[in-house]
C-alpha cells in the first residue's frame, strides 16, 4: 500500500509565496510520476503541475512563470513553489503518485488535500 502526505498550505496574501510538499511511503518499487491537482470550490479539479522521474515538467498554463515543481527522488517527495500567488490560486491542492508497487501493480495513489487561501 501506498500512502501520499501533503504539507505546507495555508493563507498568504495577494502576490506572496508559499511552498507545498508532498511525501510518498509505503511499498513502492517505483513511481513514474508525482504531481499536483487543485480544485476551487464550485469548479472541477485540474492538473497544475507534474513531473516524471527523469524531470519531465508539465504546468496548466495558468501557472506558468510563477510556480515550480521538483522532486527528490531519493525521498520520493515533490515540491510545488508557487509565487505571485493570485486569489483564483485559492483552493485545495491535492498530490499524487503514480507508479509500481513492490508486488508489482501498479498504484496511483492520492493525498487528502490541503488548503491554499490568497486573500486580497
Known amino acids: 500500500q501506498v500512502q501520499v502526505a501533503e504539507s505546507g498550505g495555508g493563507l498568504v496574501q495577494f502576490g506572496g509565496s508559499l511552498r507545498l510538499s508532498c511525501a510518498a511511503s509505503?511499498?513502492?518499487?517505483?513511481?513514474?510520476?508525482m504531481g499536483w491537482y487543485r480544485q476551487a470550490p464550485g469548479k472541477q479539479r485540474e492538473l497544475v503541475a507534474s513531473i516524471t522521474n527523469s524531470g519531465r515538467t508539465n504546468y496548466a498554463d495558468s501557472v506558468k512563470g510563477r510556480f515550480t515543481i521538483s522532486r527528490d527522488n531519493a525521498k520520493k517527495t515533490v515540491y510545488l513553489q508557487m509565487n505571485s500567488l493570485k486569489s483564483e490560486d485559492t483552493a485545495v491542492y491535492y498530490c499524487y503518485a503514480d507508479g509500481v508497487a513492490i508486488t508489482t501493480s501498479r498504484f496511483n495513489s492520492w493525498g487528502q488535500g490541503t488548503q491554499v487561501t490568497v486573500s486580497s
Open positions: 509505503g511499498s513502492i518499487f517505483t513511481i513514474y510520476s
